[in-house]
Nanobody, 126 residues
Framework: QVQLVESGGGSVQPGGSVRLSCVASASTYSRYCLGWFRQVPGKEREGVAL???????AYADSVKGRFIISRDGASRTLYLQMNDLKPEDSAEYYC????????????????????WGQGTQVTVSS
């Protein structure tokens, strides 16, 4: 069973930047999807960004142009660079992974991911 641990969250002013990290305890799949999701109290978890083993990325419209997702296979680390942060970005951020089916892609949908981290809080306020 793979374990994921997020870090890097905290408080930041609007317009600031934060980089989140997620380290996996092991690499289980040769083909995979890695994603960042966020959730606020009273709302469903929503997709933020994803990256595949073959370096395909996807972003939610709300963060496109501001956030960058990346990965480092050697260290089994997933990153989310968050720039020009807005108050509406405040949420608990989670990383997740699942297997990518051959000849298929990944979906930025929480239901499509099996393994999850514990989350890290990001608060954007002035």
């Amino acid at each position: 069973q793979v374990q994921l641990v997020e870090s890097g969250g905290g408080s930041v002013q609007p317009g600031g930047s934060v980089r989140l990290s997620c380290v996996a305890s092991a690499s289980t799949y040769s083909r995979y999807c890695l994603g960042w999701f966020r959730q606020v109290p009273g709302k469903e978890r929503e997709g933020v960004a994803l990256v595949t083993d073959n370096d395909i990325t996807a972003y939610a419209d709300s963060v496109k142009g501001r956030f960058i997702i990346s990965r480092d296979g050697a260290s089994r680390t997933l990153y989310l660079q968050m720039n020009d942060l807005k108050p509406e970005d405040s949420a608990e951020y989670y990383c997740a992974q699942n297997e990518r089916i051959k000849f298929d892609g990944c979906r930025l949908d929480p239901a499509a991911f099996r393994s999850w981290g514990q989350g890290t809080q990001v608060t954007v306020s002035s």
